[in-house]
């Protein structure tokens, strides 16, 4: 199943990556350290500059805090050797699935704990690194024209997720040279963020002593690195335009409302989210209660003895509560804080309290939460208990509104017919494909915007990833979806266009809400699905 794809890992040096030997290989001057390069590769002609630190080490009193900037180290010439990944933890009920789909279990009385992986040897707290991937074309031209920048966050549900999981953007890298009028593309840049408890740490006693979202603020870091550094590559800080998926996707909506718009324009000038994500954790009781379940595990009382304990416990706190998610969940989020997240997304986007210059592309898959939604969703009185579980206080007639109104428990019906169908609807909703909606309705009115839905059966959330990073034949990927997909993509990052070199082209969204359907037999221009009553009533959060 595609549904795996977090788990790839890859530094993209194969033998032809690594050739050239170092002494050949280009060193930047960051100012607070030396980088050079830790490959070149032949077929792709490019260079890997690996693992170059961002942020200082978020470990012992940066614990639960707002990332600092790099200590300046220029003792030694930095070559990023050792491959870097922030702590993971995983929920049992998503490593079930995917042991049933891969067939290593027959049944759910074989899931458990026993599914749970051992820590990879790259994880570690000191995990801010990123990447930055440049054709030699443009770095050797670093004086001309500065070239487009492509920065992508990575997925996970906030709780799992490195840099490099999600392929090799060769092929991107490829395509984007065929749209760019000049034939240069683009440079790719991906970055390491905390996420699980490290990082999402949420609540009163939290923000009494420390920061809540510093997974956000890591991502906004290595935004801001790009920012002052991406010309020392051959980049051009006023053309970046960020990318990502799922946790990603809903990341860079969280970066898009920051500060309710309120501290300046975004670290780049175009964003693209793909399935963007998030759960809505808008309670403070529920963030509080969060931590000091955390605490509870560490056998401590504050944050600030939290700080003092060792690595290993603080790790093993947050595999066990992440394990333990509810279903279709990992635990950790981003939540409103009052600072840099004012309110939920959706809600900002409403009141006009973002950042008005990005453009902006969306995408969503045509069945995201198949895989998120709980067998168990059998008949009416487990939705209305999931609803209640979720939203924490949710008033009874808003419990009635949306198990009556919304989604009605009838199924004679094209948008659901049964119990389960009902379930998923409401959870891709909620969850994910609304999102786009709301983003779509917000930026509409300042510049051309786009979107397209992923339509190639099953459309599971997460399948569009190989496609986006495909570079030649891959399995049961289809290049004839593939490669107008990666066009599509880096046409818009480097012309704000996605049409250049389009045998269809992808609409402007505008008033009718038009997307552009990718399926199978070709792509196709449709009305917006999510263009709907439901999102219109989940974007007033009447659920809290």
């Known amino acids: 199943m595609v549904i795996l794809w977090p788990f790839a890992l890859g530094l993209f040096t194969t033998a032809s990556a690594i ?53 300046r180290n220029r003792t030694s010439v930095q070559r990023g050797e050792t491959n870097v990944a922030c702590p993971q933890a ?3 009920w998503y490593l079930c699935g995917l042991a049933q789909q891969s067939g290593t279990i027959k049944s759910t009385k074989d899931c458990g704990p026993s599914l749970l992986p051992p820590p990879d040897p790259a994880e570690r707290e000191d995990c801010l690194f990123l990447d930055v991937i440049v054709p030699r074309s443009i770095f050797d031209n670093r004086k001309g024209k500065p070239a487009s920048v492509m920065v992508w966050v990575y997925g996970g549900g906030f709780a799992f997720g490195k840099k490099g999981q999600d392929g090799n953007p060769a092929g991107l890298l490829a395509q984007s040279q065929q749209v760019d009028p000049e034939g240069r593309g683009i440079i790719y840049v991906q970055f390491n963020y905390r996420g699980g408890a490290f990082g999402f740490l949420q609540g009163p006693s939290v923000q009494a002593n420390g920061t809540a979202n510093a997974g956000l603020l890591d991502q906004r870091m290595a935004l801001e690195w790009v920012q002052q550094h991406i010309h020392n590559f051959g980049g051009d800080p006023k053309r970046v335009t960020v990318f990502g998926q799922s946790a990603g996707g809903g990341s860079i909506l969280h970066q898009i409302t920051a500060h309710g718009g309120s501290n300046g324009p975004a670290p780049f000038q175009k964003a693209i989210m793909q ?189 569009d990833v190989p496609y986006t990073f495909y570079n030649g034949p891959n399995g049961d990927i289809n290049a004839s979806v593939a490669i107008p997909l990666q066009r599509h993509l880096t046409s818009f990052a480097i012309r704000g266009n996605p049409n250049k070199g389009a045998q269809v082209r992808m609409p402007v969204y505008g008033s009718e809400g038009l997307v552009l359907d990718l399926t199978p037999e070709g792509e196709n221009v449709i009305s917006d699905p999510s263009h709907n009553d439901r999102c219109s009533w989940w974007q007033q959060s009447l659920y809290y």
């Open 275 to 463: 399935s963007p994500g998030f759960p809505l954790v808008p309670s403070r009781y529920q963030q509080e209660n969060l931590t000091q379940r955390f605490l509870k595990h560490l056998n401590v009382s504050t944050i600030a003895e939290a700080r003092q304990q060792p690595y290993e416990a603080l790790y093993a706190a947050n595999v066990a509560i992440v394990a333990n998610s509810n279903y279709g969940t990992f635990t950790w989020a981003p939540a409103p804080d009052n600072d840099f997240v004012p309110g939920l997304p959706g809600t900002l986007l409403s009141e006009g309290l973002y950042d008005k210059s990005v453009k902006i592309m969306t995408g969503f898959n045509s069945h995201e939460t198949l895989f998120f939604t709980s067998p168990n969703n059998t008949n009416n009185a487990f939705f209305v208990n999931n609803l209640k579980t979720t939203f924490l206080g949710i008033q009874e007639s808003v419990v009635n509104h949306v198990s009556e109104v919304l989604y009605p428990p009838i199924f004679n019906t094209t948008l659901y017919s049964d119990f389960f169908s009902r379930a998923e609807l409401a959870l891709a909703e909620s969850a994910f494909t609304c999102n786009t909606y709301y983003l779509q309705k917000a930026f509409r009115q300042f510049s051309s915007t786009y979107g397209y839905r992923f339509n190639i059966p099953p459309g599971y959330h997460g399948e």
């Open 90 to 92: 995983f929920a049992v």
């Open 19 to 71: 050739a050239t030997g170092c002494s050949e290989l280009p060193t930047v001057d960051l100012g607070y350290e030396l980088h050079q390069a830790i490959s070149f590769n032949e077929t792709g002609q490019y260079y890997n500059f690996s693992n170059i630190r961002y942020a200082r080490d978020p470990s012992g009193d940066l614990r639960f805090a707002a990332p600092k900037p790099p200590l």
